[in-house]
């Protein structure tokens, strides 16, 4: 292997564990676990407009099987950055560590830097669509 395989591949599996970890979010946390409405009513308690976290649910779900296929890893990347910094946004009130009851803000930000660096990035090896 080399330098520009081993970016590539890199690459390829931070763009992976991203889009996992963004669909598992989505669909195993806001869907089975917390509801679709209970997750409404979430956003809500915190003055946000309930439907809003339907718009986040698909974001995170669309999102994440976007980026583990590789289709327009850049601009999906980006995309994200709003909702990762509304959930980092969301957990401020409970402090920096994501232990501490109610999530603190050091994993949602975690992942905002993560989607940054993916959207300079690009898709790196294995993507369904070009950089």
Known sequence: M???TNAAF??????IALGLVLLAHSVYLKLFVFTLPGTAQFFGSLGLPEFLAYVVFAAEAIGGIALIIGFKTNLVALALIPVLLGATWAHLGSGWLFTNP???WEYPLLLVVIAGVQALLGNGSFALTKD
Do not use: D
């Open 10 to 15: 890199g690459t390829f599996i931070l763009r």
């Open 102 to 104: 109610g999530g603190g």
């Open 2 to 4: 080399n330098i520009h």
